[in-house]
C-alpha cells in the first residue's frame, strides 16, 4: 500500500504537537476497509491483504512519508476551561491532497496513550469505533459535512472500561483537525503569536477567501460562523443529536467530529438527549444552536487581538475589537436561521418564497410541536410526507400511525396542503425532490447496539455489516430491509450513549 502523504501542520511550531508514533498492538485484525474513500484520496492497495492492511490502519506499520504526532489544544467542557486537552488517544499520521486538491488529514483513534492522555489508557473499546464508523459514514451519505471512516480494526487486546471488553482503532479522515480549543490553548498562555500563525494556517487551507481581505482575521472569523451556521442547521434538520459539544469538539473546518455520545432521534422531542453525562441539558437538540454560538464567542475571544492593527493595543482598540466580534456573532443566529429554514422547507416539499417565509416558519415549528405532543418518530414523519399526494387519499394512514391522537397530524396536513397549493411545482416533482432530503434509514440507536453486542460479545461483524451496507443509500428504499427503517419496540429503546473514555 502506498499512501501520498503530503505534510503540512508537522511544520508548524513544535508547541503545536508532540511527535509520537502509535503504540503497537498484540494482534490487529480488519474490520473494514473503505475502498471508495481511499480511491478519493489517492490511496493505492496493490496486493495488499487483509493482515497489512490491519497492520498498517492499527499502528503497527508506519508507512513511507507518515510523520506521526499527537496535536495539543485546550478546551471548555461543560462550560468549564481545560487549560490543556490534546489528542490523548489519536495520532495524526499525515496529509494527503486529492486530485481536486483537497488536503485531508488520517488520523488513528484509540492509538496508544501520547503526553496528552491525563491518565488515559490511549485506547478505544470496540463499540464506539464501530459506532463512530456507522455514524460518521451514514452522515456523509446524508450529506452532512463530517469526518470520514477510512478503516476499522480489533487490536486483539481488551480495555477496561466499566468491564474488560475488546479494544478497536479507528482510522479517520478530516479536512483538518484543529479545533476551537486549538486557539483555546495558546489563548490562555498569551501566546499572540500562535495565535496568529494558527489562524493563518487555517486562512490558507480552509478560508482562501479571506487571505486578501483588508481584515482577514475578521474574514477569516465570518466564514468559521457561517461554516458552523449551516452545520448545525443540517444537524437539527435530520434529527442528530452530537452529545458533547464542548469547544475541542468543534473543528474550524465546519465539520461534524468526535462522535462520542451522539445519536439520532427516534421519537421527537425539542428537549432530547442521550449523553450518559449531560444532566443539565446542556448539548439537548434544541440548544445545539445557542451552544455553537456560545463555543464562537470563546473563539472570538482567542481573536481579538487579531482584530487590532497595533502590537500594543490601548483600551479603545480593544474595544473596537470587541465590537467587531459582536457584531460577526450577531449574524450566526440570522443565518443559522435561514439555513434551518431552507432544510425544513425542503423537507415539507416548499420552495423558498420570500413573501411566505414568516408563515412557513409556523408551518414547520407546529408540525414540530405536534410530532413531540403525539411522540411521533422524525425521521417517519417526513419520510411518509413525502410519500402523500397534494390531496387526501389512502396513504395518509401511514403518516396517521405515527400520531397518539391521528386527528392532531389532520389539521396540520389540511394546512399543509392548503400551502402546497401555492407551488409552482407539479405533485411528483414536489415528491421527487422531498424523496432526496428525507432518508428512509438513518443509524438508529437500538440498531447499532446490536451491531455493537454481536461483535463485542460474540465476535460476529456480520451485524454491522449489514447495517452499513443498507445506511449506504439512505434515501431510497431496499426491498427486505423494512425492519431497518422501523423505530425500537418499548424494550429496546437506547436511552443513554457513552463517550467509549
Not at 82 to 93: I, V
Not at 119 to 133: F, I, K, M, W
Not at 229 to 234: E, G, N, R, S, V
Not at 440 to 460: F, G, K, L, M, T
Request: glycine share 6%; charged share 25%.
Amino acid at each position: 500500500m502506498k499512501i501520498p502523504f503530503n505534510n503540512t501542520y508537522i511544520k508548524l511550531p513544535t508547541s503545536f504537537y508532540t511527535k509520537l508514533a502509535p503504540t503497537p498492538v498484540k494482534s490487529p485484525e480488519l474490520i473494514i476497509f473503505n475502498s471508495d474513500l481511499a480511491e478519493t484520496l489517492g490511496i493505492t492497495e496493490v496486493n495488499t491483504d487483509a493482515s497489512k492492511l490491519a497492520a498498517i490502519f492499527s499502528g503497527n506499520e508506519i508507512l513511507q512519508g507518515s510523520e506521526p504526532l499527537a496535536m495539543v489544544y485546550a478546551g471548555h467542557q461543560f462550560g468549564g476551561f481545560s487549560h490543556q486537552l490534546g489528542d490523548g488517544r489519536a495520532n495524526l499520521l499525515g496529509e494527503v491532497v486529492t486530485q481536486d486538491k483537497m488536503r485531508y488529514d488520517i488520523q488513528l483513534k484509540g492509538s496508544g496513550p501520547t503526553p496528552y492522555s491525563r491518565g488515559g489508557d490511549g485506547r478505544s473499546a470496540l463499540g464506539p469505533v464501530l459506532r463512530e464508523y456507522l455514524v460518521s459514514e451514514a452522515m456523509h451519505k446524508l450529506g452532512v459535512p463530517t469526518t470520514r471512516s477510512l478503516a476499522a480494526v480489533t487490536t486483539g487486546e481488551e480495555v477496561a472500561r466499566n468491564s474488560l471488553v475488546p479494544g478497536g482503532i479507528l482510522t479517520r479522515v478530516a479536512k483538518g483537525f484543529v479545533r476551537v480549543g486549538t486557539f483555546e490553548y495558546f489563548s490562555a498562555r498569551r501566546d499572540i503569536e500562535a495565535i496568529k500563525t494558527l489562524a493563518d494556517y487555517e486562512i490558507n487551507r480552509h478560508y482562501p477567501e479571506a487571505i486578501d481581505a483588508s481584515h482577514r482575521y475578521v474574514e477569516f472569523f465570518k466564514a468559521v460562523v457561517n461554516t458552523q451556521a449551516k452545520l448545525i442547521a443540517k444537524w437539527m434538520s435530520v434529527g442528530f443529536i452530537h452529545g458533547v459539544m464542548n469547544t475541542d469538539n468543534m473543528s474550524i473546518a465546519g465539520e461534524t467530529i468526535d462522535y462520542g455520545p451522539c445519536a439520532f432521534m427516534d421519537d421527537f422531542s425539542h428537549s432530547r438527549i442521550y449523553s450518559s453525562i449531560d444532566h443539565n441539558l446542556r448539548y439537548a437538540y434544541s440548544q445545539q444552536a445557542k451552544i455553537a454560538q456560545w463555543n464562537l464567542v470563546r473563539l472570538a475571544e482567542t481573536l481579538l487581538p487579531l482584530f487590532v492593527e497595533d502590537d500594543e493595543p490601548d483600551e479603545a482598540h480593544i474595544q473596537a475589537a470587541v465590537e467587531i466580534a459582536q457584531e460577526v456573532l450577531k449574524a450566526f443566529q440570522i443565518q443559522y436561521e435561514g439555513y434551518w429554514l431552507e432544510n425544513m422547507r425542503k423537507k415539507i416539499g416548499l420552495e423558498c418564497v420570500e413573501k411566505l417565509q414568516q408563515n412557513d416558519e409556523e408551518l414547520i415549528n407546529e408540525l414540530l410541536d405536534c410530532m413531540e405532543k403525539n411522540s411521533a418518530d422524525f425521521t417517519l414523519t417526513f419520510y411518509h410526507l413525502s410519500q402523500l399526494e397534494n390531496s387526501q387519499t389512502e396513504a395518509d394512514k401511514d403518516i396517521r400511525k405515527l400520531f397518539d391522537d391521528p386527528e392532531q397530524i389532520d389539521t396540520w396536513l389540511v394546512k399543509w396542503r392548503k400551502r402546497l397549493a401555492e407551488e409552482s411545482a407539479e405533485q411528483t416533482e414536489r415528491q421527487l425532490k422531498m424523496q432526496t432530503t428525507n432518508p428512509v434509514y438513518i443509524p438508529r440507536n437500538h440498531q447499532i447496539e446490536v451491531a455493537i453486542r454481536a461483535a463485542e460479545d460474540n465476535n460476529d461483524f456480520s451485524v454491522f455489516h449489514d447495517l452499513h451496507t443498507v445506511l449506504q443509500t439512505p434515501f431510497t428504499r431496499q426491498k427486505g430491509k423494512e425492519r431497518y427503517m422501523l423505530p425500537p419496540l418499548p424494550e429496546e429503546v437506547v436511552h443513554q450513549t457513552f463517550c467509549g473514555t
